[in-house]
C-alpha cells in the first residue's frame, strides 16, 4: 500500500467513527431535548390551569350572582333601577320565547341612548337566534360543566333563524353562556331560560370582569417548575389577537419570542390565552450548555484516541515498509551482483560444452547441467529486477520491428533439451510470417516465463503446443499444454504477484510467482495482453501484441 493511500485509510479511519459518534450523539442530545421540552410545557401547562380554576370560580360566582334574578326583577321598574346601576353588569335583557326583546323593546319610549345602542349591536345576535337556547345545549349546565363547549365566534353566530319555539324545550333551569365580539374585543352574555320558556340575559361589564381578573391572579408566577426558580419567569393573559389583557412576572421576554408554554382559558373565555415566559436557565433542562460541552468533549476524546492510535499505526507501517524496501534493495542489489558473474557462468558452460567430445558422457552431463541451471537463475534474476523496476514505474520496453515467428523458434530451441529429457512433446504451428513492433527482450522474457511454467507444471502431460497467427486487429502466440490446468475460478488469479496454485501437482516445484505478473505487465505496455484461454485439459495461455505497420 503506498504511502497516500495508508494516510488516506488512516484519516478514514479517525473521521468516520468520529463523525459518526457525533452524529449520533446530536440525534440523542436533540431526542432527549425534545423530550424535556415536551415535559416542561406539560408541567407548565399544569401550573396555567391553576390559573384557569381561579378565573372559572370568579365566573361561577358570577353565575350565582346572576341567578338570584328572574325576569320578573328585570321587567319591575324599580328592580330594574337597580340592575342598571349594577357594577357587574352593563345591561340587562329579557326575552320571550320566541326570541323577540320584552325588555329593552325597540321603539318603546323612555329607552336610554346606551339601551338603544345596545339593541343595535345585540341585534344581529338576536335575528340569528344565538341567544337562545338548542336542545344541543346541555340541560343545567354552569360554565364550569361547559368547558369543553369550545365555542367559537362562528359557531356562535351560525344562523338558528329557522328553528321555531318548540325546538326550545322549557326545562325549570336552563343556563349558559354566550361569549361574542364586538368592536372591543370578548363580551360575556350570561342566559337563564325559565320554566315558561322566557330568557333572561345579563351582558358582564368587560371593564369589571377584567379588572376581577386582576385582582384575583397573584403578583408573581406560581407555575412550579420541577423545582426550578419561578422568579424569572412572566405568565401573560393575552386577547384572541395577541393583546396583552394583563402581565404578572419580573422576566422581560425579548421582541417576538414564543412562549414555553400555552393554554386556552376555559369556556366561555376560551378566545383568551394564558402564555408562560421565562429565562431557559431557569427551566427544567433549560440549560444545554453542560450536554453540549459533554458531547463535543466525548467526540474530542475519542477523536484524539483514534488520532493517537493512526499516528502509531502509521508509524509502524512505515517502519515496515522501510524495512521491506530496505530488503527489495538488497534483493536487487544482490541480483545485480549476481547477473554479471552468472552470465559468465552461461556463457563460458556453452563454450565448454562446445569442446566437450560427445563421448565423453558423464562430463557432458555435468556441463549441461551447469548451462541448464545458470539459465534457470538467469531467468528468475530477470523477473526479479523487472518486477523490482515495475513497482518502481521504471519497467520500459524499447519497440523495434521483429519477426515473431523466428523469435518464437529461437525461444523454442532453448527449451528443446529440457522438453526432450522431460519427455514433452512440442507441436509447433508458426504462421504469422510477418513483422511486429515491440521489444524482443521483453517479448523473450514472455516467452520463457509461458515455456518454463510449462516445464514445471505440465510435464506429465507430455504434450507442448504454440501457435502464431493474427485475429481481430492483433497477432497472438498461444501456448497450450496437458497438465493439470487452472481452475475457471483462478484464472486471473494466476497473474497476481507471489500467487501459486495449491495442487498435487506442483507440490514441491520451485517458483518465485511472479513470472506472469511481469509477463502481463509488459504485454500491456505493448498495448496487448496476456490472457487465460479456456480448454478442456491443460492450461492454455495467449499473448497478443498489435499488428505492425507492414502486417495492417
Known amino acids: 500500500m ?30 432527549e431535548l425534545h423530550t424535556t421540552r415536551e415535559r416542561v410545557q406539560e408541567l407548565l401547562r399544569g401550573g396555567l390551569r391553576e390559573h384557569d380554576r381561579l378565573i372559572q370560580e370568579l365566573l361561577a360566582e358570577r353565575e350565582r350572582e346572576m341567578l338570584t334574578h328572574s325576569p320578573a326583577d328585570v321587567l319591575e321598574p324599580e328592580t330594574r333601577a337597580i340592575l342598571g346601576m349594577h357594577p357587574l353588569f352593563d345591561f340587562t335583557f329579557v326575552l320571550d320565547p320566541d326570541g323577540e326583546f320584552l325588555y329593552p323593546k325597540e321603539g318603546s319610549a323612555g329607552l336610554s341612548e ?23 345545549e346541555v340541560l343545567g349546565a354552569s360554565s364550569s360543566e361547559q368547558r369543553s363547549a369550545g365555542l367559537t365566534n362562528r359557531s356562535i353566530t351560525r344562523s338558528r333563524k329557522d328553528m321555531g319555539a318548540s325546538s326550545y324545550a322549557a326545562p325549570s333551569a336552563r343556563r349558559g353562556w354566550y361569549p361574542w365580539f364586538w368592536h372591543d374585543g370578548l363580551h360575556l352574555i350570561y342566559r337563564v331560560l325559565s320554566a315558561d320558556g322566557v330568557i333572561l340575559g345579563f351582558e358582564l361589564n368587560r371593564a369589571r370582569l377584567l379588572a376581577d381578573i386582576v385582582a384575583i391572579l397573584p403578583d408573581t408566577p406560581v407555575v412550579s417548575t420541577g423545582g426550578a426558580s419561578a422568579s424569572r419567569s412572566r405568565i401573560v393573559l393575552r386577547s ?6 394583563y402581565q404578572w412576572g419580573d422576566h422581560e421576554p425579548e421582541d417576538g419570542a414564543d412562549p414555553h408554554a400555552t393554554l386556552a382559558l376555559s369556556h366561555p373565555l376560551n378566545a383568551w390565552q394564558l402564555a408562560y415566559f421565562a429565562d431557559v436557565g431557569t427551566l427544567p433542562g433549560g440549560g444545554t450548555t453542560y ?67 560427445p563421448e565423453e558422457g558423464a ?13 534457470r537463475l538467469s531467468r528468475l534474476i530477470h523477473n526479479v529486477l523487472s518486477f523490482s523496476r515495475s513497482q518502481r514505474s521504471r519497467l520500459q520496453i524499447h519497440r523495434r520491428k521483429l519477426a515473431l515467428d ?20 512440442l507441436e509447433m504451428d508458426l504462421a504469422l510470417r510477418g513483422e511486429v513492433e515491440a521489444d524482443p527482450d521483453a517479448v523473450e522474457q514472455i516467452l520463457v516465463n509461458l515455456l518454463s511454467n510449462a516445464s514445471k507444471y505440465a510435464a506429465d502431460g507430455g504434450w507442448l503446443g504454440v501457435t502464431t497467427g493474427r485475429a481481430d486487429g492483433h497477432v497472438f502466440v498461444r501456448v497450450v ?28 516445484v520451485s517458483g518465485t510467482g511472479i513470472g506472469l505478473t511481469i509477463s502481463r505487465e509488459l504485454a500491456r505496455m505493448h498495448d496487448g495482453d496476456l490472457v487465460t484461454l479456456v480448454s478442456e485439459q491443460g492450461a492454455a495461455f495467449e499473448l497478443r501484441l498489435p499488428l505492425g505497420e507492414g502486417n495492417a
Open 481 to 508: 499444454d496437458r497438465g493439470p490446468g487452472i481452475p475457471g475460478a483462478s484464472r486471473e488469479r494466476v497473474f497476481e504477484p507471489f500467487q501459486r496454485l495449491s495442487n498435487s501437482l506442483n507440490e514441491g
Open 406 to 425: 523466428d523469435l518464437v523458434a529461437e525461444t523454442l530451441d532453448q527449451f528443446s533439451i529440457d522438453f526432450a529429457e522431460k519427455g514433452i512433446a
Open 2 to 31: 503506498s504511502r497516500f493511500r495508508l494516510i488516506l485509510v488512516l484519516a478514514l479511519l479517525v473521521a468516520v467513527p468520529t463523525g459518526l459518534l457525533g452524529w449520533l450523539g446530536n440525534r440523542l442530545r436533540q431526542s
Open 363 to 375: 562430463a557432458r552431463k555435468y556441463v549441461t547441467i551447469i548451462r541448464d541451471e545458470s539459465r
Open 240 to 245: 384572541p389577537n395577541g393583546d396583552s389583557l
Open 291 to 357: 450536554t453540549r460541552g459533554g458531547l463535543m468533549l466525548a467526540v474530542l476524546v475519542l477523536g484524539l484516541v483514534l488520532t493517537v492510535l493512526a499516528i502509531l499505526i502509521y508509524r509502524e507501517s512505515s517502519r515496515r515498509l522501510a524495512e521491506a524496501t530496505t530488503r527489495v534493495s538488497f534483493v536487487n542489489r544482490v541480483s545485480h551482483e549476481l547477473k554479471t558473474p552468472l552470465t559468465n557462468i552461461r556463457l563460458y558452460g556453452e563454450l565448454l560444452e562446445d569442446e566437450i567430445d
Open 114 to 136: 346606551g339601551e338603544q345602542a345596545f339593541l343595535a349591536r345585540l341585534r344581529p345576535v338576536q335575528e340569528a337566534g344565538g341567544l337562545l337556547f338548542t336542545s344541543a
